[in-house]
């Protein structure tokens, strides 16, 4: 997606970008050439690794490394916050990486199967929802106040 209309004239033209849509300043392309590069979305770090079979979703990365190192390394393009977890491989760390992206290590000689999920805390959601019911509350009871008699 880009928003300057400046770059859109070089999409435009380039061969392995077709667009997509408009709408107002906003262009989205696609790649053309049919070999989206998924496996970009996730880089080996250390020599001697490789990388396929890269699947993403909301909340969810997950793919195949196969690492001639003990202890291989790969930089993921998802913006790095504590709430993602490593569900496997058992041992693997994820930590901060360069430019604010995550940084997979620890990943075990061999193949495995990489799986990172995002999950949020649920009491933010639980504190807001009460936060939300005593709000509606104190609003129903000040309104039930204001109707009551009044004495003479």
């Known amino acids: 997606m880009l928003a300057d209309p ?4 070089i ?5 392995h970008f077709a667009l997509r849509a408009r709408f107002g300043r ?3 392309f696609a790649r053309s050439d049919g070999a989206a590069d998924r496996s970009a979305w ?5 020599p001697g690794l490789r990388v396929s079979e890269v699947r993403r979703q909301p909340g969810f990365i997950s793919a195949v ?10 930089a993921i393009a998802e913006s790095y916050h504590r709430f993602w977890r ?6 693997a760390e994820l930590e ?27 009491l933010p959601f639980w504190l807001s929802l009460c936060g939300g019911v005593a709000i509606a509350a104190a609003a129903a009871a000040a309104r039930l106040r204001g109707r009551a008699p009044q004495p003479r």
Do not use: K, N
């Open 26 to 28: 906003f262009s989205v």
């Open 96 to 122: 901060p990486g360069e430019g604010g992206l995550m940084r997979l290590s620890g990943l075990p000689r061999g193949r495995s199967s990489i799986e990172l999920r995002y999950r949020a805390p649920a």
């Open 86 to 91: 490593v569900e496997s491989p058992p041992g």
């Open 42 to 46: 996730i880089r080996p770090v250390v």
């Open 65 to 74: 490394v196969i690492s001639e190192a003990s202890r291989g390394s790969v």
């Open 11 to 15: 999409f435009s033209d380039h061969p």
């Open 6 to 9: 400046s770059r859109r004239e």
